[in-house]
């Protein structure tokens, strides 16, 4: 009688088993349709530069907060509007300026003379996507304002709580550190990027292309429609942790990470939550690319764009070329 029980609550879990995976899979292929529709539709704005749009819609499909470092001029902006307009998501923009206050971010308290009362006054990160432009030209005291609210997802004020619509990701543009009027990031806010990405210039043929593409009567930014829903994208984020990783590459990353830690070349510590977001950024390639696993190839990827920015050098190396000094040192599981 309990062997015939066992047997039956075995096949019951199978049966339920099989049936995840294959809802894991029909989402897979759901997603996949709907990435290439988000890619096509950005590559009509941003020329030549397929690779930085996909390796940013990696992250964010990871929950994932995004740093482009990179000079003025090269389509950091521009990326972000075009992505949030592709996704049908609220977009808002915040200029960060050395007179910026923490409170021009969050919101604040402001009393109501009528109701004599003091009232909530949302500030612009209750969005969608948020646009920190330039966010190395505010002083860190206004830098810090975004901590809570990249981590938490909520914004805390004079102790009452403001939790955060879904979805909510910043795209942060860092001018470099040497033109004039800039502050370094602290490291608790650069932390809080899963990636940090650069776009660099197009190549001679892309930019004769995005020349024909700009130079016409209607910019093309303009004329951008929403080819998912918010709902589509929030899917894309839901199935991300149904990618499998297994035992052996959940070792693989952390002994990545913890030979970044132990090179004493690196003056900087890494935390524990970059090796979440390794493996998190590394799940979500792998279902961008059609699978429903982890495979090595995918944290390789990712790595430099999640750990780069996480390492300090004294000899003024680039971080991402340290990291896959490391990659190369650390043994890949077969």
């Not at 988000?38 to 940013?56: F, H, S, T």
């Not at 604040?108 to 009362?117: A, E, G, K, L, P």
């Not at 696993?293 to 990712?302: G, H, K, S």
Request: with cysteine.
């Amino acid at each position: 009688m309990s062997e015939t029980t066992t047997g039956t609550g075995g096949g019951a879990q199978a049966q339920a088993q099989e049936a995840q995976r294959d809802g894991v899979a029909r989402s897979i292929v759901r997603v996949q349709q709907q990435f290439d529709l988000v890619m096509d539709n950005v590559r009509r704005v941003i020329v030549g530069k397929d690779d930085v749009i996909a390796r940013l819609l990696v992250a964010m499909t990871a929950r994932g907060h995004v740093l482009l470092r990179d000079v003025p001029g090269v389509g950091k902006t521009m990326l972000a509007r075009s992505v949030a307009a592709s996704m049908a998501c609220v977009f808002k923009r915040i200029q960060f300026t050395p007179d910026l206050l923490p409170m021009d971010v969050t919101g604040s308290n402001v009393f109501d003379m009528r109701r004599r009362v003091f009232e909530f006054q949302r500030g612009p990160v209750f969005t969608n996507l948020l646009l920190a432009d330039e966010i190395n030209r505010a002083p860190p005291k206004t830098q810090s304002a975004l901590l809570e609210v990249m981590e938490e997802r909520q914004v805390t004020v004079e102790g009452e709580t403001h939790p955060l619509d879904e979805p909510f990701q910043v795209i942060a543009t860092m001018n470099p550190l040497d033109h004039e009027g800039t502050y370094a990031l602290p490291a608790a806010q650069l932390d809080r990027f899963m990636v940090m990405l650069s776009l660099g210039y197009p190549a001679e043929a892309a930019e004769v292309h995005m020349l024909n593409v700009h130079l016409q009567p209607d910019a093309p930014l303009a004329q951008l429609q929403p080819v998912i829903t918010r709902d589509d994208f929030l899917g894309w984020q839901r199935t991300v942790p149904m990618i499998f990783l297994s035992d052996e590459l959940k070792r693989y990353a952390v002994a990545v990470v913890q030979s970044l830690r132990g090179d004493p070349r690196n003056l900087q510590s890494i935390s524990p939550r970059s090796t979440i977001q390794l493996a998190r950024a590394a799940q979500s390639r792998a279902m961008l690319r059609g699978r429903d696993y982890v495979v090595a190839e995918d944290i390789q990827t990712v790595a430099p764009d999640v750990l780069g920015h996480r390492v300090l050098l004294a000899d003024g190396r680039a971080g991402r070329e340290f990291v896959i000094e490391a990659l190369h040192r650390v043994a890949v599981p077969r």
